[in-house]
């Protein structure tokens, strides 16, 4: 919406915000949206998380996205299990989650497995990151079972990470306190990346007013000169 006001024959347009100012988001994610396979770990816990780095000034996250399954593995007996999204901290930044601490937790259910759709779980507040950080989660399968959507195209390596718990008592707060310790996927013969998102908080953008407030102490200036007679009649 535009406002005009006319200040001694000039005339300025003051832009006023309307609603909400527009907002921008950063999505942290490894894939490419497609999960050529998936993995699973047995009648045990599976433990699965993807490394990021901080981008800008988006270190607090909303929210985690996840794909379960595969199209190329359907499997609807996924769908109704519970699960708990987990952001860790990397303290020492070096994108290693041996150190990792949980810094936020919260429930979830799946649904739409094997369909490339991403479960979004919100967290309560927006959980503040470090430069390195690490999101996943922790759900307990059953044989023949593959919950987690994993993408094989172009992977990044040493990106996404693995560890397995006797079932119920996968230990997310001491990763090297499983059966099978966190380690990169590709040191248990897996070649890909995770379909695990992280969705940062959105930072407003700077409001339109702060501009309208400046072009309006142009004008006034203005005014005030050519009151004084520093400018001179037809130049304004």
Request: aromatic share 8%; net charge negative.
């Amino acid at each position: 919406m535009k406002n005009k006001i006319h200040l001694a024959g000039l005339t300025v347009a003051l832009c006023l915000a309307v609603g909400a100012p527009a907002v921008r988001a950063n999505t942290y994610q490894l894939d490419d949206g497609t999960a050529e396979d998936a993995v699973g770990a047995g009648n045990a816990d599976l433990i699965a998380l993807n490394q990021f780095t901080v981008i800008g000034n988006q270190n607090m996250i909303m929210s985690i996205s996840i794909a379960w399954g595969s199209p190329n593995v359907p499997d609807p007996t996924l769908n109704g299990l519970t699960y708990t999204a987990v952001i860790w901290s990397d303290p020492n930044n070096d994108g290693n989650p041996n150190d990792a601490q949980v810094i936020a937790t919260a429930p979830g259910v799946i649904t739409g497995a094997g369909t490339n759709t991403f479960d979004v779980t919100l967290f309560p507040t927006c959980p503040t990151v470090t430069r390195s950080f690490f999101v996943g989660f922790i759900i307990t399968g059953n044989d023949n079972q593959y919950p987690a959507g994993f993408d094989e195209t172009a992977p990044l390596s040493n990106r996404s990470f693995a560890a397995v718990g006797a079932a119920g008592m996968g230990d997310i707060y001491n990763l090297n306190n499983n059966l099978l310790p966190v380690d990169a996927v590709e040191n248990y013969g897996l070649d890909g990346n995770f379909m695990i998102r992280a969705d940062a908080c959105a930072v407003p953008e700077p409001p339109s007013l702060a501009l309208a407030a400046i072009g309006g102490m142009v004008g006034v200036f203005i005014y005030r000169r050519k009151r004084q007679g520093l400018l001179q009649p037809g130049l304004v």
